[in-house]
């Protein structure tokens, strides 16, 4: 599966922004998809993931309650509405794709065995 991420840019602290993830070419209903991210010097971490047929989502601490993951599988597309942005949220934003990541490994990087490019996200204080 190829991933194409796109929706970054700036945006003022307490302000939302929307980055997408456009798949092609598999079987886009049978993955898992996640976002990661990655800010400078630091490592890549995990932020949401939505099960293949959306019936289970997961976030890391710090972001629920302010980003909400989606999947319109017809599209292939998977979003991520991030609103209340911080300075924090700052970083690059990579979504990744597995159909074999099981539950309790969705946060891990190595689980995922497809990414996409890159897309950024600026929040201004």
């Known amino acids: 599966v190829q991933l194409q991420a796109s929706g970054g840019g700036v945006v003022q602290t307490g302000g939302s922004l929307r980055v997408s993830c456009a798949a092609s070419?598999?079987?886009?209903?049978?993955?898992?998809i996640a976002w990661f991210r990655q800010a400078p010097g630091k490592e890549r971490e995990f932020v949401a993931a939505?099960?293949?047929?959306?019936?289970?989502?997961s976030y890391t601490d710090s972001v629920k309650g302010r980003f909400t993951i989606s999947r319109d599988n017809a599209r292939p597309m998977v979003s991520l509405q991030m609103n209340s942005l911080k300075p924090e949220d700052a970083a690059v934003y990579y979504c990744?794709?597995?159909?074999?990541?099981?539950?309790?490994?969705?946060?891990?990087?190595?689980?995922?065995?497809?990414w996409g490019q890159g897309t950024q996200v600026t929040v201004s204080s």
């Open positions: 990744a794709a597995s159909r074999t990541v099981i539950l309790s490994a969705v946060s891990l990087i190595n689980s995922y065995a497809y």
């Open positions: 070419g598999a079987t886009f209903n049978s993955y898992t």
């Open positions: 939505i099960q293949w047929n959306s019936r289970r989502t």
